[in-house]
């Protein structure tokens, strides 16, 4: 799986947007981009997926570059509850030889603050 | 629904003993993976399990460690002669083949003393 690189930790103010930024600058054709977060004493939670294009769902948007070799994860407007880890990682789609196994970095520890 | 379940969510075993850990997929998902989280360290990947294939073992540690899943569903995570770096939180996360989305249960805080 690719490697990724993120900053180890950002703050945010609530209400806010939060834009969380992810290298992963040896991504391959068919490795999609997933960003998971993880609040103390969890376990770690879904937030979205994409592969090429950009991607919105109810928790959060995906902003990918066109040379897919970054991404921008957006909360647009944080809470207090956002506080977490936030991971992003690269894995191949089903039919990949590493289909299914996540490989977490380090992450980004978000904190939002009142 | 109910979500991914484990028991215990805490366990303190001696070094040297042997202890086993269960998770309760969210039922119907054929894929069922456990990960462990160490203090101070990211999430890794133990075994994967999907359906009626044979299980990716790759980042099993060592042999002390096994799982296995029985009637596709329930998943006991094995550790032989405990040693105190097996300490972590052991997380089990089940999903849909062909889906995207892993989720995770609250995960077991492993103490060997």
């Known amino acids: 799986d690719a490697k990724t690189t993120q900053p180890p930790s950002m703050d945010c103010a609530e209400g806010r947007a939060a834009n969380l930024p992810c290298n992963h600058s040896t991504i391959s054709g068919n490795e999609y981009v997933y960003w998971y977060r993880q609040i103390h004493s969890q376990g770690p939670q879904y937030i979205i997926h994409g592969l090429k294009n950009n991607e919105t769902n109810e928790m959060a948007s995906l902003i990918i570059t066109e040379d897919r070799k970054s991404s921008t994860l957006i909360l647009p407007h944080a809470t207090l509850r956002d506080t977490a880890v936030y991971y992003c990682?690269?894995?191949?789609?089903?039919?990949?030889?590493?289909?299914?196994?996540?490989?977490f970095g380090q992450g980004t520890i978000l904190t939002v603050h009142p | 629904g109910a979500g991914v379940s484990q028991s215990p969510s805490n366990k303190v075993t001696e070094k040297g003993k042997d202890v086993e850990l269960r998770c309760d997929p969210i039922s119907g998902h054929t894929a069922l993976y456990w990960y462990r989280q160490s203090l101070g360290q990211g999430l890794e990947f133990l075994i994967y399990f999907q359906g009626n294939s044979a299980p990716d073992k790759s980042g099993l540690p060592s042999d002390r460690f096994s799982a296995e899943r029985t009637g596709g569903s329930v998943s006991t995570l094995t550790i032989q002669r405990t040693q105190q770096e097996d300490s972590a939180v052991y997380l089990c996360?089940?999903?849909?083949?062909?889906?995207?989305?892993?989720?995770f249960g609250p995960g077991t805080r492993l103490t060997v003393t």
């Open positions: 990682i690269v894995r191949e789609g089903a039919g990949g030889t590493s289909y299914g196994k996540l490989t």
């Open positions: 996360a089940s999903s849909l083949r062909g889906t995207h989305e892993q989720y």
